[in-house]
């Protein structure tokens, strides 16, 4: 018996007056959630119904038919001049870039897989047939040839004479020079001399690379130049051409530097060439004076020449140029220039690349000796005829020799070889499938 019930009752009611005060909160607190996630509810129905509301989708941008492009570690671009490309749909590329081939006529098919060669010192009468007739869509342009004068002397008349070939031109023109730095360096005349790719990895800093490359882009796009002939991707071996114009002596050195300068080109509104497929760091002569063997293994071509190539497709280079050198490795028979198993089998087949190739020069010393030795004693008939090898062996862009008369004999042979369906329809418009879709990316060409 509780000496105490009045105290006892008072306790037992406090201690329910508690209870009932924490089962109010509890129920206050999960009205409360409820309500918020009633409002959530809500919320999301109300977004999801709105027109309008919905996020656009990231539209796919083609920048060629090859592999995503790697993130640059470098600055963000300056904004380019030139027009920026269209984001088109990978699914209708294909049929739009084939209308836009059906509206060609066979002249201007033809003329899109040409190169014209300018040496001069302004733009003249000469050069209308090339641009007008034969409707050739591209241009490299020198002011140095062949131990030659200066031509254009300023930088307004090397300005003037590109304006003069763009405007006067009945297709859009890729215009591209060799702008190297260090011994190549066409710009040297008009703003002093650039930096060798040697030197520029000498540096250790591949930022110093890029920095020289968007410089050159710039003083590229403001004379109207929109394609430029470096970087080298050639790993030196001690070979013939000059170590200066190589950016290391290891592929993941060359990778390091010429992709920092790929990516100053291309980040910028010009795009680069990768140089010389298959490799020419171990060539015993420089294939604009001879014809040289590059004498390693598969293994170590694939180790050491092919390995900075392979490494620096996924930067999306422009174009890729092959070069006149015999790979007996490879093929004994044909210059890798010339040759389907190095540009069809192994550069598109085993490496993966399905961009633009084009030839170096075809007025080079070591395919005229390779095409004496196959009976073509005469210049002009043996660049011609190598012009039509190098179109069937994968090539997509033949570089012209610069004489008027050679030039004109390239155009017939090569015109000849498309009517008389030695170059089949199907081989000239795959060409034309990868040179239109650079050009697209470039902003040059828009699609029907």
């Excluded at 009045?6 to 007056?17: D, E, L, M, R």
């Excluded at 919320?43 to 539209?59: A, C, K």
């Excluded at 006529?105 to 003249?124: A, D, F, R």
């Excluded at 002009?380 to 862009?397: F, K, M, T, Y």
């Amino acid at each position: 018996m509780d000496p105490y019930p009045s105290k006892q009752k008072q306790q037992q009611k406090a201690a329910g007056s508690s209870l009932e005060r924490l089962l109010l909160t509890v129920i206050l607190l999960s009205l409360a959630v409820i309500l918020v996630c009633l409002l959530i509810i809500g919320r999301l129905w109300y977004t999801s119904n709105t027109p309008g509301s919905h996020p656009t989708p990231t539209p796919i941008v083609v920048l060629s038919p090859q592999s995503s492009p790697t993130p640059s570690p470098f600055p963000s671009p300056t904004p380019s001049p030139i027009p920026s490309p269209s984001p088109i749909p990978t699914a209708i590329l294909a049929q739009r870039i084939d209308s836009y081939i059906n509206h060609l006529t066979q002249t201007q098919q033809i003329g899109q897989l040409l190169m014209l060669s300018v040496y001069t010192n302004g733009y003249t009468a000469v050069l209308n047939q090339p641009l007008q007739q034969w409707d050739i869509a591209n241009v490299i342009v020198y002011n140095q040839y062949n131990g030659g004068p200066l031509m254009p002397t300023t930088l307004s008349g090397w300005t003037q004479l590109v304006q003069g070939l763009r405007s006067h031109a009945n297709q859009a023109l890729i215009v591209a020079t060799d702008e190297e730095g260090g011994i190549v360096d066409r710009l040297a005349p008009y703003y002093g001399p650039s930096p060798s790719p040697q030197s520029l990895a000498a540096t250790g800093d591949p930022q110093q690379a890029y920095a020289q490359a968007q410089l050159d882009a710039q003083r590229l796009l403001a004379s109207g130049i929109n394609t430029d002939f470096a970087p080298l991707a050639d790993v030196y071996q001690g070979g013939a051409v000059s170590q200066s114009r190589m950016f290391g002596t290891t592929p993941n050195q060359v990778v390091r530097y010429a992709g920092a300068f790929l990516d100053g080109l291309q980040q910028n509104g010009v795009e680069g060439t990768l140089k010389h497929w298959p490799g020419l760091g171990s060539a015993a002569a420089n294939p604009d004076y001879g014809l040289p063997t590059i004498t390693h293994s598969q293994a170590q071509l694939n180790a050491i020449d092919f390995a900075s190539f392979r490494a620096l497709l996924p930067r999306q280079p422009g174009m890729i140029m092959v070069t006149h050198a015999m790979v007996p490795a490879y093929d004994s028979h044909e210059p890798a220039s010339l040759s389907p198993v190095l540009i069809d089998q192994v550069l598109r087949g085993q490496l993966g690349y399905q961009g633009v190739v084009i030839t170096d020069a075809m007025d080079a010393q070591g395919l005229l000796q390779f095409m004496q030795q196959q009976g073509y004693s005469d210049p002009g008939q043996a660049i011609a005829e190598a012009s039509v090898r190098a179109i069937l062996a994968g090539n997509d862009i033949v570089e012209c020799p610069i004489e008027p008369d050679r030039l004109a004999t390239v155009v017939t042979t090569l015109t000849a070889a498309v009517h008389s369906g030695r170059i089949s329809q199907q081989r000239l418009r795959q060409s034309l499938h990868r040179i239109i879709a650079l050009k697209v990316r470039m902003g040059l060409i828009s699609l029907p």
